[in-house]
């Protein structure tokens, strides 16, 4: 009853804040004028899937990022690492962290078309690094918690994430294990009530801030479909060693950490829903996770091309702007094209999952796609900036940088291309 209580009311002080903001946004717009429409119920009367609540929502946190997040960017690129708990602290309250979590643990009880809004307008920081913690917390360490965890575990780790007062990481990847999920080697043996935990994680996103883990495990010795669970694994446990943050191309204000665990005494109750269960949840919170990730790059994508043409715009050689050259209007023109394209994939993925459909061919067709679209976006986008996109001052260098994880992380492009076969019934029989 005391959860209940406090989680309604922080779900209200979230639902409030939102609601504000939009009726302020749409008090604003309408004295503007637009057709007598504000520009939310405009955009959204045009829109495929996104409602005035989806665009009132993104404008909520785009100032939000305009204020709180992108004046520090690069100072966090710089140092390495952003201060996940503060960012945290302030999007929670804002409701931004649990947009499609249950009422109940302090989320707004949305469907997962919110969320992929959210993910779209986080590509509005300046960084891919922010935005991947961000995505991390909300989409990729707690669906599974949300979906099959016990009240108990919800109410201790799933509410406080929503929150923002607990900082989350997700435990997949290993030293000998990342393609390949399921010949990973964590162990957690059943000892009485306890699991006693050894092995390792490698690429830990946030592992180095973070207050607990969505860790999956061995939790015995079956088939390694059969052999698996998630676990909510507190940081703070005796045995839990992070033993370096791991330098990088990109990403530079996320931190990555490799972490060892050694005879880690965590309660068989912090299993998530079934024990042998967790390779299956972890392919489903998968799902999410790469929805998410395209969503996120999308508006990035956007954001580099914008960026390109208003430089090549004012940017002359042989006495005219670089942008009057055919071959970069051509160019730039197409890489737009491929931008809708992924975005009418990515809203009709949305649409059929959020009305219960198995997306996992068309979530991984466009994972495919916005890695591969990414890397050749950010390269010719570079070009066109001459010596300056060379330089480390300019997004496009940075995007450049970030954006070549798309293609290896959440399941690398080769394993989305095994996904799609396997769909396409091309995979060579055994
Ligand atoms: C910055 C960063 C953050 C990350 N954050 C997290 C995190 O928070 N949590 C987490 O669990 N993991 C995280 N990861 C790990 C990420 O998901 C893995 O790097 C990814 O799954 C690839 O695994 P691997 O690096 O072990 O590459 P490997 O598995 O060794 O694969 C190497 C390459 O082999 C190729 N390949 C793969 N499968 C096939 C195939 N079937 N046929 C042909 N070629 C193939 C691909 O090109 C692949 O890149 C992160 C990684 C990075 C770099």
Redesign the pocket.
């Known amino acids: 009853m005391a959860l209940c209580g406090r989680a309604l009311q922080m779900h209200f002080s979230a639902s409030r804040h939102f609601l504000k903001t939009s009726a302020v946004y749409q008090k604003r717009h309408s004295s503007e004028n637009v057709s007598c429409k504000s520009k939310a119920s405009s955009e959204a009367a045009d829109h495929v899937l996104y409602t005035q609540e989806h665009f009132a929502l993104k404008d909520s946190l785009r100032k939000l990022i305009d204020q709180e997040i992108n004046p520090f960017v690069d100072k966090w690129e710089e140092e390495g690492q952003f201060p996940a708990h503060r960012v945290f602290k302030i999007l929670g309250t804002a409701g931004f962290l649990g947009v499609n979590k249950p009422v109940e643990y302090g989320g707004l009880g949305l469907d997962f078309s919110y969320s992929v809004a959210v993910a779209e307008e986080l590509g509005n920081i300046n960084c891919g690094g922010i935005p991947?913690a961000i995505g991390?917390q909300t989409d990729?360490a707690t669906p599974a918690l949300a979906r099959f965890g016990s009240a108990e575990l919800k109410k201790e780790f799933l509410l406080p994430s929503i929150m923002g007062d607990k900082v989350a990481?997700?435990?997949?990847?290993e030293v000998g294990?990342?393609?390949?999920v399921a010949s990973i080697k964590t162990k957690a043996v059943r000892k009485g009530d306890e699991f006693v935990i050894n092995g390792g994680?490698?690429?830990?996103?946030t592992g180095a801030q973070a207050d607990w883990m969505c860790l999956l495990a061995n939790t015995s010795d079956g088939p390694p479909h059969r052999n698996k669970s998630l676990i909510c694994l507190p940081m703070n446990l005796p045995g839990i060693h992070i033993a370096r943050k791991i330098d990088?191309l990109g990403?530079r204000s996320?931190d990555?950490a490799e972490v060892f665990f050694e005879d880690v005494r965590v309660p068989c109750k912090n299993i998530i829903g079934q024990e042998g269960m967790g390779f299956t949840y972890q392919m489903l919170q998968f799902q999410e996770e790469r929805l998410w990730g395209v969503a996120n790059i999308l508006m990035m994508m956007e954001k580099v091309v914008q960026e390109t043409i208003t430089y090549t715009r004012q940017r002359k050689i042989f006495q005219q702007p670089v942008l009057y050259h055919q071959v970069v209007h051509f160019r730039l023109a197409e890489l737009q094209t491929e931008i809708e394209l992924l975005r009418s994939l990515l809203y009709r993925c949305t649409a059929l999952y959020i009305k219960g459909n198995d997306v996992t061919k068309l979530a991984s067709m466009a994972k495919l796609k916005a890695g591969r679209l990414a890397r050749e976006l950010g390269d010719s986008c570079l070009q066109y900036w001459g010596g300056m996109g060379f330089t480390s001052d300019v997004l496009v260098s940075r995007f450049y940088r970030d954006s070549r994880?798309m293609s290896?992380?959440?399941?690398?492009?080769?394993?989305m291309l095994?996904i799609i076969c396997k769909y396409m019934d091309t995979l060579p029989r055994k």
């Open positions: 991947m991390v990729m990481c997700l435990g997949v990847s294990a990342g393609s390949d994680k490698m690429w830990t996103t990088k990403m996320s990555t994880l290896i992380g959440a399941g690398a492009d080769e394993v095994s």
